[in-house]
């Protein structure tokens, strides 16, 4: 069975500053897609940025890009140029063929963004 | 485009009565997926609709909980009778199709309180 992990519950990051969210997961399929999702306090769930994993090149938007090392089975998202809008929940998240497209979440971690 | 709309918003209700939530899809997306969230489990699935059948409930926890979906633009997720265990936030989401690459978009979620 596919597993994601998100290892920091909880991160802070000054505004302007750079910031980095952990992400692990674990399968033996060869072919697969990961996200990553914010939950601002408004509790809605939004798409951040997504990989294919049959990509090497890395997803990038905007000011969030992720770092996929697909043999590490790791899946982090760094945030650029952190503004107060990005303080919200961080979900990553695995789309697999073998459980037809169900996402798997992590646990989350919290950001925070201080002025 | 609305994006995927559920009702109500918040729902607050005694131990033991019927509750029904409400979800439409965005108009177009033909697979349609229910989650829960809690502080404890995090993000799970529930089930998941692919032009209007059931694929997968085997995240449905109990028979108190039922969902149908009796059209492209219309879904239910009714729990009866309902415990307090059952507070959580619901979510609806919706994919264009069945293939694993799509996004799922969610919607904004309903609060459920069983008191």
């Known amino acids: 069975a596919q597993t994601v992990t998100q290892s920091q519950p909880e991160m802070s990051v000054q505004e302007a500053e750079t910031v980095t969210l952990s992400c692990t997961y674990d399968?033996?399929?060869?072919?697969?897609?990961l996200f990553w999702y914010k939950q601002p306090p408004s509790r809605q769930m939004i798409l951040v940025i997504r990989?294919?994993?049959?990509?090497?090149q890395n997803a990038t938007e905007n000011r969030f890009s992720v770092n996929f090392q697909k043999a590490a089975k790791s899946f982090s998202l760094k945030i650029s140029d952190s503004q107060l809008g990005d303080t919200a929940m961080y979900f990553c998240a695995f789309s697999g063929s073998s459980n037809t497209g169900k996402l798997i979440f992590g646990q989350g971690t919290t950001l925070q963004v201080k002025p | 485009d609305a994006g995927v709309i559920q009702s109500p918003r918040h729902e607050v209700t005694e131990m033991g009565q019927e509750v029904t939530l409400r979800c439409k899809p965005i108009s177009g997306h033909n697979s349609l997926f229910w989650y829960r969230q809690t502080m404890m489990r995090g993000l799970e699935l529930l089930i998941y609709f692919n032009n209007n059948v059931p694929i997968d409930d085997s995240g449905m926890p109990e028979d108190r909980f039922s969902a149908k979906m009796p059209n492209a633009s219309f879904s239910t997720l009714k729990i009866q009778p309902s415990e307090p265990r059952d507070s959580a936030v619901y979510f609806c989401?919706?994919?264009?199709?069945?293939?694993?690459?799509?996004?799922?978009?969610f919607g904004p979620g309903t609060r459920l309180t069983v008191l």
């Open positions: 989401a919706s994919r264009r199709d069945f293939a694993e690459a799509d996004t799922q978009y």
């Open positions: 399968t033996s399929e060869s072919n697969y897609y």
């Open positions: 990989q294919e994993a049959y990509k090497q």
